[in-house]
């Protein structure tokens, strides 16, 4: 290639000293070469821009090339370039596609393309591609070029076939490197295909619909949800497949579906009513957001279903039931109010009257109501409208007697015979209620009289009484005890008895009597000194009884006491004095 060169310095040398320019002819007689040679060189030069050429005639003339090498401009571009002439022999190459085949320019200038020598198999490969796509017309491929070393890289090859300045025909081949273009291109082909996978394999209704409506894309899952294969309904509108165009509610849903499909942002959410192609209703939840153009025009809406008719179905149910459970709500916080005002404390005639009230109030929410309930010659009833007939009318027992009776009615109502059955079950157990309330205070009151009998036999009586529980804490106080020992009753209550005595053995004596008395249940009596709050000593005989329960337990201790301090005194006055007595008696006999 060396000779080549000179060649060309020669030629460049002879035009610079003929600025005005030299024929073909003038140039080949000035070297000493043909003039076929020397045209060859020349055109060669003149495509890598190292002379200029006109022409004159039929006659090229060729001066020194003043510009800027296109072969320079071409040697630095990133792109893989090269120039053949009509017989393929290579004119220009950059150092991009010399790099590939591993050669330097002035190995290849001059060379024909198919007989260009590459240690690279793949590179080899790719020239015979290139030699086979050399035509007349404009050739574009891509060709994916697998290097010696296993690296691949995908050329994007464009092969344009022109004419020189002096009309010979000329090729350039322009390689441009895509390998990136294509990794994104095929992870994006990749992501899309686990894109479709995953929607295919969601489960959950996956829709996408134009503005209008139409459906543009329906899921596997969508498919056998709602039974229709999906070339049955791409291009259809959702209305009248998948949607009715009203609710049994009456919601028009074709106005709603026009409203998500414009006006999505306010539709995020949304739950309506749809229908399976065997005409089943179904509920689905819809989550819905907006396809936008380029210009943020909204242009369709991606839907993500999930089926909700169980939950649907549930609610319905429990609508239904609703009047249900309120009315079981009345009746709940019937008897609440019932058993508030049952153990109440009042007197029976305010407490009878005071049910039919409650009673009366509670089922007034649902139409007129009326209460009447009779004891003796009694009679308690609520403001009864006109004509209303009593539906309940239940006897009232007490102590085993009909003591009166219980009635509710209720007007203008048109209720299941199943709530009326229950009801008369509730009114059964309140009239019953009713009458233990009336038994339970007939005795509270005769209890009371007796209590109040017994009050006043325990006030009256000229002795001190304690009632103990079995521990000897103190339960009653009357009030000769408090007489006697100088301490109110509220004083006292809750002490234990032991604790009124101040001798040690006293009390020691005292809580061990007690002990015994609960152990053997048999009626003691005790003297004991005990200190009065004024601290005067006093002398008290004690007399003691137990009280038991039904299972013989003891509930109750009663201490009867007597103030036997003078008795005592005059004992011992009297003892002193027959004690003086025998000592004179016994000086007079011994004189």
Known sequence: MEPLRDEYIEIRELLRKHPNGMSVTEIAQALGKNKHSTGRYLDGMYAAGLVEMRMFGKAKIYS????????????????????????????VINDACLELMGKQSGDLVGQDLRYVEVADPGVFDLLSVLEG???????VLEYPLHLDGGEVIHLHIHIIPSVDEAHQAVYVIVMVDITEEVRMIDELREREQQYRELVEMADAIILKLDKNGNILFFNEFAETFFGY?????????????IVPPEELSGRDLKEMIG?????????????????????????????????????????GVLSVGNDISDRKEMELALLSQKDRLERSFQEIECIQRFSGTINSEM??????????????????????????????DDLYESGIPEGLPFVFSKPIHANGEEVGSFEVGFGGRDEEPGYYEGKEQLFSMFAEKIGFAIEWMEAGLKVLKERDLSDTILATVDAAIFVLDPKGRIL???????????????????????????????IKGVRAHIQTLVDTRRVSRIRGKLTRRDQTPIIIDWSNSVICDDDGAVTHIISTGLDVTRQVES?????RCKSVLDRLLADEQGS
């Open 64 to 91: 020194p090339a003043y510009r800027v090498p296109l072969a320079s401009l071409i040697s630095k571009m990133n792109e893989r370039i090269m120039i053949l002439d009509s017989d393929l022999r290579l004119l």
């Open 259 to 299: 409203k998500v499909c414009t006006d999505t942002d306010s539709y995020r959410r949304n739950e309506n009513a749809n229908i399976t192609k065997d005409g089943r209703l179904v509920w689905v939840r819809w989550s819905n957001r907006a396809i936008r153009s380029d210009e943020g025009e909204v242009i």
């Open 229 to 241: 294969r999906k070339e049955e309904v791409l291009g259809r509108n959702v209305i009248g497949t």
């Open 347 to 376: 007197s029976l005639p305010a407490l009878l009257h005071e049910l039919v009230r409650v009673v009366g109030k509670c089922w007034s929410k649902r139409g007129p109501t009326g209460v009447r309930i009779t004891h003796g």
């Open 133 to 139: 796509k050399i035509g007349d017309s404009e050739q």
């Open 476 to 506: 009653r106080f009357n009030r000769r005890s408090e007489e006697l020992i100088g301490y109110r009753e509220e004083e006292v209550l809750g002490k234990y008895i032991w604790e009124m005595f101040t001798s040690p053995d006293m």
């Open 571 to 575: 004992e011992e006055e009297l003892r």
